[in-house]
């Protein structure tokens, strides 16, 4: 039996539904939400303060410091064992690769911008998520950056092209490859680009060119979420 | 061919193409992208002559040279004090900058200024690396005694002052409050518990509201309606005649920190 249709009805090149908000979190500097189908990211932004220890300072420009977390309760019923692991590692250095390019901490020698990922519940897509969160709450801390980062995860589910896979996709009995990929949008630059799975070159090309129309349509999000906080509904601005 | 894409005082978000063509020039938290000019802030966009400049809404106080900010006490030195700035960066108040009377050598430090102090003082100099230099010499730079510390949004601050200290000259007399506001974000009111609640309220208000329209009416039919009492409006050059306590007549352009 080939996967000939998505279980949950999406087109190809149809995304999970997406909610987005910044300014969640008031002891954060910025603070972002981004849900996506099942999956659901706040980034918190701290900073810039100071860094210790003292040989992680950069005289030159501010660090940028990523933590992603997937909660205890996340995920599919099993839990979670707390604290760091080598996927959260990983995936904290990756969101932080993925950042970096954008933001510009040139103002803040020897300081330190602390990003905190935090995932209540997950349904395959957290880094993305996590980036399109950690993107729109740096914005809302009101660091200097090029542009939103915009995250979204393809693949190819037996030997369909589709994007923005979920569990039970990734989870499909028979070749699935899953490629997160977070972009910038407006230059187009690849900032992260992970694959898990078998793919030839032609449905990588094929998948990318999926990726960005959603990762066009996240960017969009991404710019009315943060504009939404100063335009109270009812009074123009 | 330019013309500016976005409307003149809109909020607008890093990434966002502000105009086209080289006729406009990019300001503060903006950059040029070949023939583009592009936002790198979020904030609200300034045309100003021939430049675009973002006006930033949100962030940690960044130091400047000149800011007069509320500071604490977080160690006694040799040489002088050094002091929290409510940034990334702590500041050092010198010897000689520490007091406008004289301080002799060996004297005990912890007199004049002990830690978890507050004070109130002027950033008189910052190097590159954020080092930055205090001074209390000064009118209104002091030491803080009784009252509380709020935190404010460090970018909302003008909107707390007002226009030449209207905002928060009325505050003042409609909740009898005594007020200091400094650049960086925090406040300090002194009053009875109840003008101290008060005032609390309405500055969380004004944070809140800020990017309101007519916002200083707002705030001044809230206090009319909180006090019962009527406020006259406020009128900077008769400043000194409602309030007696009022030390120091309209904040200076230069003296940014609010005082009383």
Known sequence: ???????????????????????????????????????????????????????LQDPAKGLLRCNYNMMPFSGMGNRVRPGTNRRSKEISMVTKNALNPVVDLHEFPNAVVDVFIELPQTDAGSRCAGICAASMALADAGIQMKDLVAAISVGRVDNKIVVDLDYKEEAYDGPVADIPIAMVPSTGEITLLQMDGEVSKKQLMEGLELAKEALAEISEIQKKALKDKYNVVGEKK | MTNILVKEKSIVVPGEVLAEGMDYLPGFGTYRDNNKIITSRLGIIIVDGRALKIIPVTGSYNPKQHDTIIGKVVDVTMSGWRINTNSAYTAMLMLKDGSSEYIARGADLTSYYNLDDYVVCKIIKMTSQRLIDLTMKGPGLKKLTGGRIINVNPYKVPRIIGKQGSMVTMIKSATGCQIIVGQNGRIWLNGSPEEEALAVQTLKKIESESHHKGLTDKIKIYLEKKTGKKIEQIDNRNQEQGDSNQKFAKPSQEFKGERK
């Open chain 1, 1 to 55: 039996m080939s996967y000939d249709k998505r279980h949950d009805g999406r087109k190809d090149n149809e995304m999970r539904p997406i909610e987005a908000k910044t300014g969640v979190i008031p002891n954060a500097v910025g603070s972002a939400y981004f849900k996506i189908g099942n999956t659901e990211a706040y980034a918190a932004v701290y900073g810039p303060r100071d860094l210790y220890p003292r040989f």
